[in-house]
């Protein structure tokens, strides 16, 4: 089976003061799955867009070979006529449109013009068997959960006699059942002869499934690491990807805890809409001075909810307890209290919440701090590049420069600007949804590292994590949520994996 079927060669793209890709050479063999991995602002997705016509012929340089013959794509319809399908790191479904329609959205079964829509939804349903959903075909896709939502996408993918299945970090935003589901769906796909390629952060997954791993770094190509033959280990990788060995995923850290920070107490919220459903149910827990404190929970556990309702009661309506700064009672009735309280949330959905994409980098990164770059009402223009700047070094931000609209960055690099944008209010008390979401391991480092030494100067951190590795590399304890509720609380001497599922899973029933 040493059947080329894809073949880049020499592919050079650039954008506006950035050589996104430098000569770059891919070999995909036949009915393989393939990884593509690098740090954050490597080029895959560029290449991968280079690939399926996003960027079309002529705004590139080099070739692409398709079953041995010269492609030109003009557009991501011709891609699609030979087969090579891809999906997007941001998912593309329509929420208001039914599963069908977004399945043959463009790819309508029609007669003389006319939609045949028995057809479509039978055809919708044997798709989703083969996915393993069983949802009709007609509810819409924005009422089901981002795992399904993948699926659909898939499904979709399917429908177009899929020959080369590009998937953009699948599981990014996926919980681990979901992500290993999906997994086992490539595989399958895979034992029928299918081609794949793969991106993703996760080494895990990329051990998993993968046959063969092309790296890429700073827009080149390092190297082709065959999986199986050569035994590679994930430290191998990690080696390719950075450039050097990294030891330890996570930094040593001296733990120095202080006071009480903040305190929460009897927590109860409603849903927004639903008035009768309890999301938060009764829920006390405190963060000291100087810990790093994390919350494990599955998919639906409510932890995104409980942060929110927290920080200035962004969610949730007929909210009841009491919280507690330094000692004293609070309230934090809106976003603003929450900030002048020295409160800051990092969210985990940074194109909803996090970033005006518009916008460049310095303007995002000051946005939630105006008052530290201005004097008498006025922006400083120099002290606010000035800082941004300042958190583009540290963080290892990836761009030509801080005038770059965020929309530009690769998804990594725009979480480290939302992130640059909340140590800059200069909080007391961090909240950080799922921080490392899409973020490679080198820089993984580096934010952990910048989280450490907020906590080595008396500040509070609060971690929302689904990867549980991360929760036990980083806090001091952890407490665990399900249905709403906290089920457990241990120390890190007393943490491990079992433990917090054991507390993960736990359910009133
Ligand atoms: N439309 C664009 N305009 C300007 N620069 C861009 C554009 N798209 C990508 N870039 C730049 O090209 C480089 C490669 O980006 P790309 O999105 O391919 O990275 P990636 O390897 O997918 O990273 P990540 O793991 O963070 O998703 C980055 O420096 C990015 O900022
Ligand atoms: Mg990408």
Redesign the pocket.
């Known amino acids: 089976m040493t059947d080329i079927l894809l073949e880049m060669r020499g592919i050079t793209k650039t ?2 003061g ?1 050589k ?1 890709l430098e000569n770059v050479n891919l070999q995909v063999k036949a009915g393989e799955i393939h990884a593509l991995m ?10 991968m867009k280079v690939l399926s016509g996003v960027y079309p012929h002529g705004s590139y340089e080099g070739d692409i070979l398709f079953k041995g013959n010269a492609c030109e794509f003009k557009d991501i319809r011709n891609s699609e006529e030979l087969g090579i399908v891809i999906i997007h ?1 941001e998912l593309a479904l329509i929420p208001q449109l039914s599963v069908a329609e977004n399945i043959f959205l463009g790819n309508e079964q029609a007669s003389r013009g006319i939609i045949n829509w028995n057809e479509t939804v039978v055809k919708t349903r044997e798709l989703l068997k083969t996915v393993g959903l069983s949802e009709s075909p007609n509810i819409h896709a924005g009422t089901l959960g981002v795992g399904k939502q993948q699926l659909v996408e898939i499904a979709k993918a399917l429908s177009k006699e899929v020959k080369l299945l590009i998937l953009d ?1 699948p599981t990014a935003a996926l919980n681990e059942e979901d992500s290993e589901n999906l997994l086992n769906l490539m595989l399958a796909f895979k034992e029928q002869g299918l081609t794949s390629i793969i ?1 993703s ?1 996760k080494l895990n997954e990329i051990m998993k499934v993968a046959d063969s791993i092309t790296i ?1 770094r700073d ?1 080149k190509t390092i190297e082709t690491l065959n999986v199986r033959e050569d035994q590679i280990t994930e430290d191998r990788i990690i080696k390719g990807m950075v450039g050097r060995d990294l030891t330890h995923r996570y930094p040593e850290r001296e733990t120095n805890i202080g006071d009480i920070l903040f305190e929460v107490k009897n927590w109860n919220v409603y849903h927004p809409q639903q008035s009768e459903r309890k999301v938060i149910d009764e829920v006390s827990f405190h963060i000291n001075r100087g810990e790093i404190v994390g919350i494990a929970g599955l998919m639906g556990a409510g932890r995104t909810e409980l942060a929110m309702s927290i920080f200035g009661q962004s969610y949730g309506k007929k909210i009841s307890g009491q919280l507690f700064k330094d000692g004293k009672e609070t309230k934090l009735p809106d976003i603003s209290k929450a900030i002048d309280e020295g409160i800051a949330y990092v969210t985990e959905d940074r194109k909803e919440y996090g970033l005006i994409l518009m916008d460049d980098i310095k303007r995002n990164t000051t946005l939630a701090n105006l008052n530290g770059i201005s004097k008498w009402f006025v922006v400083d223009d120099y002290k606010e590049i000035n800082e941004a700047e300042g958190f583009r070094k540290k963080l290892n931000i ?2 030509p420069s801080i005038h ?1 609209k965020t929309g ?6 725009q979480q480290k600007v939302v992130l640059s944008k909340w140590i800059f209010t200069g909080p007391d008390l961090l909240i950080l949804d799922e921080p490392t979401r ?1 973020i ?1 391991v080198g820089a993984k480092y580096e934010i952990y590292t910048i989280i450490n030494q907020l906590a080595a100067q008396g500040k509070g951190i609060l971690m929302i994590s689904s990867e549980l590795p991360e929760l036990l590399g980083m806090c001091d304890r952890i407490y665990v949520m399900s249905e709403g509720r906290f089920t457990g609380e241990v120390p890190r001497a007393k943490a491990n994996q079992e433990t917090l599922m054991k507390f993960m899973t736990k359910s009133r029933r």
Do not use: R, Y
């Open positions: 954008f506006p950035v996104a690098g740090e954050n602002g490597a080029g895959k997705s560029t290449l790191q970090e991106i952060h890429l827009g990836k761009t770059q530009n960055l690769s998804g990594g690099n899409g490679d």
